[in-house]
């Protein structure tokens, strides 16, 4: 892909997002304060994805080691 494709994709991205958001009718500080609290929604749930699911993971894979009887060096 050359560059002005990517950049014609990107702004299409854009524009679909506008459009499922309803931000195309927002005033400027709607759309920033809409945008931020949506930012700010995303980074909290990629933060305790991030920090959560990989303890559940752990702790999952340890429950169901000791129901089928399999013994791993990862569970101490």
Same mark, same amino acid.
């Given at each position: 892909?050359?560059?002005?494709?990517?950049?014609? !994709?990107?702004? *299409?991205?854009? !524009?679909? !997002?506008?459009? =499922?958001?309803?931000?195309?009718?927002?005033?400027? *500080?709607?759309?920033?304060?809409?945008?931020? =609290?949506?930012? #700010?929604?995303?980074?909290?749930?990629?933060? #305790?994805? !991030?920090?959560?699911?990989?303890?559940? =993971?752990?702790?999952? *894979?340890?429950?169901?080691?000791?129901?089928?009887?399999?013994?791993?060096? =990862?569970?101490?």
């Amino acid at each position: 892909m050359d560059f002005k494709r990517v950049k014609e !994709y990107f702004a *299409w991205l854009y !524009y679909q !997002y506008q459009i =499922i958001t309803c931000c195309a009718v927002m005033e400027p *500080w709607e759309q920033s304060m809409f945008n931020t =609290i949506l930012l #700010t929604i995303v980074a909290m749930v990629v933060y #305790t994805a !991030y920090v959560f699911i990989p303890i559940h =993971i752990r702790l999952a *894979w340890e429950f169901f080691s000791k129901i089928c009887g399999y013994h791993s060096s =990862i569970a101490n």
